[in-house]
């Protein structure tokens, strides 16, 4: 029995316990390789799906920015701040924050506490561990984040 292809992608399905087998995985390896890149620069155009329509995964990504206003930070102080950005979005797949220090001395470590495990305290708040050790008093307002995610 020949090589039959699937009807979508023209890949090589073989017989059962056909010898050599390594030509045919090489082949479909390649298509799905060359497919990929395809899908990826446009040249093959992909099936939409009734959640998204016509538009781009890009085209639900969003953003929001604030910073830590409000709260200093002593010098070698260690302190845990949550943030509440659930007023302005909740991400149904957030990603972690990213932090703009303004000084070299001050790290900010992400913390997996939760108040609870419901959407909106998952995609709208986060918490933060702040570290100075900057030889001074920093301003909360001087340290800025930026969080991005999905909102489908």
Do not use: C
């Amino acid at each position: 029995m020949p090589n039959t292809p699937t009807p979508k992608r023209g890949l090589l399905r073989p017989p059962l316990g056909k010898k050599p087998w390594k030509s045919d995985w090489d082949f479909n390896f390649l298509k799905l390789d060359n497919d990929v890149g395809g899908m990826i620069d446009g040249t093959i155009a992909v099936g939409n799906s009734t959640r998204f329509g016509n538009k781009l995964p890009a085209d639900y990504i969003q953003s929001t920015t604030g910073d830590l206003s409000g709260i200093d930070f002593l010098d070698n102080q260690i302190r845990i701040v949550k943030v509440d950005h659930s007023a302005s979005i909740v991400f149904d797949l957030p990603s972690e924050p990213i932090f703009v220090m303004p000084t070299s001395g001050i790290r900010a470590v992400m913390q997996g506490e939760r108040d609870s495990s419901s959407d909106t305290n998952y995609g709208g708040t986060f918490y933060v561990g702040i570290e100075n050790s900057t030889g001074s008093t920093i301003s909360g307002v001087l340290i800025t984040w930026k969080r991005k995610g999905f909102k489908l």
